[in-house]
């Protein structure tokens, strides 16, 4: 780690900042991991699409499908690939609080810069907010690492933003990425933003977070590698301009991309996200690769419909 335990904090708003991406997990034909595949894209999103940081083996990386091992080698691909290059946020959630701990071990000896532990499922429970202080608490006095808390609606509730402003007192909480309805994350931003970094996973509400509550870190989805190439890179120019104060040339950049994202939602199948993604990867010239059962792969239908959808969509290919 490049930091202690105490300093967590200080580290992660010095240095978390800027756009991170959720890291699709591409396999091969046969399942297992195209770890030359992950080296690839961690090349293109780092040295062609400026990326800053990258969320590992999260939901969009497809770990409720891997091996605890698989997990790891995940973190240490990712470690590896970025080689100083971007920063790292490996996922260590699990229902079994003993998997988070080692996972989080883990990423800590690796190198990884933080981690990432979301909400746990919590069966027959009508209140949650002692047991979820009491989990993340646990976890925190295990490792030094620095955790980004992650509520989001298929825990089955959502964390209160006063829940959250009580654990961002917690020594090595740094961020979270906080799935919910904006006034929650507006009230959690009002609460506790001077102590963790607050951010949320929506790409269309980016920049009015930049612009109007100050947020320096985008925390994070797939849109970064999704709704950009190597030759048009305007999610990247809307956030530095936002950066810079210039608001207008910012929105008018950023509602440039609504036909990118109208194609990329419009042919995404309900029941297939992740085979769609790999797909729209797979057009931009990254490794999408396969999805793990029990995920569904697209038909050659949804892909005409899909590959349509992405060349009439005005994103830059050369």
């Not at 038909?299 to 060349?311: C, D, G, I, L, P």
Request: proline fraction near 4%; hydrophobic fraction near 40%.
């Amino acid at each position: 780690m490049k930091y202690t335990k105490k300093d967590a904090k200080a580290y992660s708003r010095q240095t978390m900042k800027g756009i991170w991406a959720a890291a699709l997990t591409p396999f091969t034909e046969t399942l297992a991991i195209d770890e030359e595949g992950v080296r690839r894209n961690f090349d293109h999103w780092i040295e062609d699409l400026k990326i800053d940081g990258f969320f590992v083996a999260g939901k969009q990386g497809e770990f409720f499908s891997m091996s605890l091992e698989e997990r790891k080698r995940s973190f240490d691909l990712a470690v590896e690939a970025c080689a100083g290059r971007a920063q790292t946020i490996m996922s260590c959630s699990d229902q079994n609080m003993d998997v988070v701990i080692d996972l989080a071990r883990h990423a800590q000896k690796a190198g990884a810069d933080y981690i990432v532990v979301h909400a746990p499922i919590l069966h027959f429970f009508k209140e949650q907010d002692e047991t979820l202080y009491n989990y993340y608490r646990t976890i925190a006095d295990k490792v030094d690492i620095g955790i980004a808390l992650w509520s989001h609606p298929d825990s089955g509730y959502l964390m209160s933003p006063e829940l959250c402003n009580r654990l961002a007192d917690i020594e090595n909480v740094v961020a979270i990425k906080y799935s919910v309805p904006r006034p929650m994350y507006t009230e959690l931003n009002r609460l506790a933003g001077d102590r963790i970094l607050v951010s949320t996973a929506s790409e269309e509400e980016w920049l009015d977070n930049i612009l109007e509550l100050g947020w320096q870190l985008y925390l994070c989805s797939s849109p970064p590698y999704l709704i950009q190439s190597k030759h048009d890179l305007r999610m990247r120019e809307y956030t530095d301009l936002a950066f810079r104060g210039e608001a207008d040339k910012a929105r008018a950049l950023r509602d440039s991309l609504d036909p990118v994202r109208a194609a990329l939602k419009g042919t995404r199948p309900a029941e297939k996200p992740h085979a769609h993604q790999k797909y729209w990867q797979d057009l931009l010239g990254q490794v999408g690769g396969a999805v793990r059962p029990p995920m569904l792969p697209l038909t050659e239908e949804e892909k005409r419909v899909t590959r349509a959808a992405f060349e009439a969509c005005g994103l830059k290919m050369s």
